[in-house]
């Protein structure tokens, strides 16, 4: 089993930034991918960003430009720089991890909260 726990959440003025982090503990399985998902009230989960085991990223086309996905492969930790944040990036923010393997398991977080005030 891997739990996931994410940090950083918090209120923050348009135009401002943040840093969100998330650390796997428990059995991770050595190929895995981590990615950062966000939902708004009434809205359906999102991608907001992906990162590969291999470095490799995918940005949702609304964060582009402006948030920035890393990983810290020894600390089983991504984080999310978000920056120029916008009222509509309020969200609470999900961390998740695929294991990437036949059959491999995808896990959640619980999530942090993030409200940008105009």
């Known amino acids: 089993q891997v739990q996931l726990v994410e940090s950083g959440g918090g209120l923050v003025q348009a135009g401002g930034s943040l840093k969100l982090s998330c650390t796997a503990s428990?059995?991770?399985?050595?190929?895995?991918?981590m990615a950062w998902y966000r939902q708004a009230p009434g809205e359906q989960r999102q991608l907001v960003a992906h990162?590969?085991?291999?470095?490799?990223?995918l940005y949702g086309d609304s964060v582009k430009g402006r948030f920035t996905i890393s990983r810290d492969i020894a600390k089983n930790t991504v984080y999310l720089q978000m920056n120029s944040l916008k009222p509509e990036d309020t969200a609470v923010y999900y961390c998740?991890?695929?294991?990437?393997?036949?059959?491999?398991?995808?896990?959640w977080g619980k999530g942090t909260l993030v409200t940008v005030s105009a």
């Open positions: 998740k991890l695929s294991e990437l393997r036949h059959g491999g398991m995808d896990y």
């Open positions: 428990g059995n991770i399985f050595s190929r895995n991918a």
């Open positions: 990162m590969h085991d291999d470095t490799s990223t």
